[in-house]
């Protein structure tokens, strides 16, 4: 089993609502992403924390509000989504940025779904 | 622009035999280059990665290959199996000078299916 944990594994969301998706590491690592990934195509960057601080902002809409309360969580704040925002949504950490002795490790995702 | 090209988009190989994965890209400073592993409802797993100055990494029925000149690098999974049918995807990085990349670029990926 994957050492990055995110609940829920699947959540249906109308368009009007609000949802968070959380996920967490206990391998003490400091960098920590997420990812989005439609059917059939590889996984896109949306967000990267590193110690706690947000680094990278791929353009993101702002329908997606990202929070790392701590070193060990990260959310992914949700509120008016499209249909198209359908999803499964990965959540990803590393010990410190990517590198040979220190890979990125996905947890198994959120399988969103916006009526 | 898609800056990493993953070919072909599927594959059938028979046990036993040999799958070939390719993957070519256009960024000539990408200086890290890992293969991910995603079966269905699993997020993606590290494979095994190769850095540009090596052109060759192995790691059991897994190798690399690494043609820099060609910026070209390929998976082979050597004695298939039924277990290796999943999703592949070879992606690329910037290593910064400090050490370490942030995201990855990732090819579009290929479904392999092995038959038995």
């Known amino acids: 089993d994957t050492e990055v944990t995110q609940t829920p594994k699947h959540l249906v969301m109308g368009m009007t609502n609000k949802k968070s998706l959380k996920c967490e590491q206990h391998m003490g690592h400091r960098a920590m992403y997420w990812y989005k990934q439609k059917a059939k195509k590889p996984p896109e960057l949306m967000f990267v924390?590193?110690?706690?601080?947000?680094?990278i902002n791929e353009s993101v809409p702002s329908r997606f509000s990202p929070e790392c309360p701590n070193s060990s969580l990260l959310n992914l704040h949700l509120h008016a989504l499209q249909p198209e925002d359908s999803a499964l949504y990965l959540c990803a950490s590393s010990q410190g940025r990517q590198t040979y002795n220190s890979p990125l490790h996905f947890g198994n995702g959120t399988r969103l779904t916006v009526t | 622009q898609q800056q990493v090209k993953q070919s072909p988009q599927s594959l059938i190989v028979q046990k036993g035999g040999i799958s070939i994965i390719n993957c070519a890209y256009e960024n000539t400073a990408f200086d890290y280059f890992p293969w991910y592993q995603q079966f269905p409802g699993k997020g993606p797993a590290l494979l095994i990665a190769?850095?540009?100055?090596?052109s060759e990494k192995k790691e059991g029925r897994f190798t690399i290959s690494f043609n820099k000149s060609a910026k070209q690098f390929s998976l082979h999974i050597m004695d298939s199996q039924p277990g290796d049918s999943a999703t592949y995807f070879c992606?690329?990085?910037?290593?910064?000078?400090?050490?370490?990349?942030?995201?990855?670029?990732f090819g579009k990926g290929t479904h392999l299916i092995i038959q038995p």
């Open positions: 924390y590193s110690y706690e601080k947000l680094s």
């Open positions: 190769i850095r540009p100055d090596v």
């Open positions: 992606a690329a990085a910037v290593m910064y000078s400090g050490g370490g990349a942030d995201g990855l670029t």
